[in-house]
């Protein structure tokens, strides 16, 4: 893939996606949403992925949407009427939701390794993720209230179903910068690891035992839990009722019976 400001790599069934602009904190410019996006939606596609890491290159994850790119975009949506202007302005915070939109849709779950700065659109990205996992220097902020603007592509909608209402409410509102040891006790990260280097390794076992499980089960757990998350509870069991109906039977059923029996690990096909 022609990717130039993301790399991805896939190993041993996990995909490797690297915010690639270490130079610029990996601030993510218009390049970037497009990289993202690409990259999401080949994971995707990959049956030789089970499981996505998204990370960053250099001294931070990500310190957020790309300033130029901001101060641009009053320029590119000019136009005569007030009206069209506004249309694009709209489609393009539109496409910037999809970006990230396509990290939650991605079969494979996605978990996201973070470390110094996660800022901003960094905040965004992360809580599209499956799993967040921090080393112990990360720091957070929900910084679109120092720039005059409210948050628009999924803070606002994601991070309430992760962390109490109130605290959401005060870092959307106040912008301040709260450590990674916060960030575990709200609920954002799963766990904190002392060093970058021990956080990739914690990040790696954890992908790789995913990765051991059955694909199409894994697969399904994503799906419900998504559905759950913005469903009832009735509407849920349904789903997973039909779901179930027509993808139980499966290959990795049988293997994971037999596997049992014969007192082994299982193994399951892409």
């Known amino acids: 893939m022609n990717l130039e400001t993301v790399n991805l790599v896939v190993s041993e069934r996990v995909a490797r996606i690297e915010l690639n602009r270490p130079d610029k904190a990996n601030a993510m410019n218009r390049q970037m949403w497009q990289d993202i996006l690409a990259a999401f939606r080949r994971v995707d596609e990959m049956t030789e992925a089970r499981v996505a890491v998204i990370s960053g290159r250099g001294k931070y994850f990500t310190s957020g949407i790309d300033l130029d790119m901001l101060a641009g975009l009053r320029q590119q949506m000019q136009d005569d009427c007030d009206g069209r202007s506004s249309e694009r302005l709209r489609r393009t915070i539109l496409d910037l939701q999809d970006t990230l939109s396509s990290i939650e849709r991605c079969r494979k779950p996605v978990i996201a390794e973070i ?74 990260v799963n766990n904190v690891y002392q060093t970058p280097e021990a956080l990739r390794a914690g990040v790696a076992e954890t992908a790789a035992t995913i990765a051991a499980k059955s694909p199409l089960s894994i697969r399904g757990i994503k799906e419900m839990i998504l559905y759950s998350r913005d469903h009832s509870v ?25 596997a049992a029996k014969e007192k082994r690990a299982p193994k399951f096909r892409d």
């Not at 009735?234 to 037999?258: F, Q, R």
């Open 115 to 188: 470390h110094g700065a996660c800022i901003g659109g960094g905040i965004d990205l992360i809580t599209c993720c499956d799993m967040r996992y921090a080393a112990a220097d990360a720091y957070f902020s929900v910084k679109e209230i120092d720039v005059g603007m409210t948050a628009d592509v999924g803070t606002l909608q994601r991070l309430p179903k992760l962390v109490p209402d109130g605290v959401v409410r005060e870092l959307a509102y106040t912008g301040r910068r709260f450590d990674a040891d916060e960030a575990k006790a709200i609920g954002l």
């Open 234 to 258: 009735a509407d849920g069991l349904n789903y997973v009722a039909t779901w179930n109906a027509a993808m139980l039977m499966s290959e990795d059923l049988a293997e994971a019976m037999i």
